[in-house]
């Protein structure tokens, strides 16, 4: 599976944006999908994970009733929705696929090449 992230970009503190991951290959449904983030410095972390049919999801706590994972399998997509943004949250988010629903950044085998995403005033 070939994963690209896009849509990131420079939001203002509690304004809402929305980073996507567009896969290529035929399994991508066999997948476990998930969003991470790393800050400068900081170590990279778990954001939000999506199974492989959309019916659950995972989310940090650092992020529950603000962003939202989603995915559409007939288009090999998938999304997450960021909300109420604050200068922490500023990273390079990235998409990730699993065929397991791995929680830690070192088990998941394929990657997306990250997209900025910069909260600022």
């Known amino acids: 599976v070939q994963l690209q992230a896009s849509g990131g970009g420079l939001v203002q503190p509690g304004g809402s944006l929305s980073v996507s991951c567009a896969a290529s290959g035929r399994t991508f449904s066999s997948y476990f999908v998930g969003w991470f983030r790393q800050a400068p410095g900081k170590e990279r972390e778990l954001v939000a994970r999506i199974s492989r049919s959309g019916d659950s999801a995972y989310y940090a706590d650092f992020v529950k009733g603000r962003f939202t994972i989603s995915r559409d399998n007939a288009k090999n997509t998938v999304s997450l929705q960021m909300s109420s943004l604050q200068p922490e949250d500023t990273a390079v988010y990235y998409c990730?696929?699993?065929?397991?629903?791995?929680?830690?950044?070192?088990?998941?085998?394929?990657w997306g090449q990250g997209t900025q995403v910069t909260v600022s005033s």
């Open positions: 990730a696929a699993d065929s397991r629903g791995a929680y830690s950044w070192a088990d998941y085998t394929f």
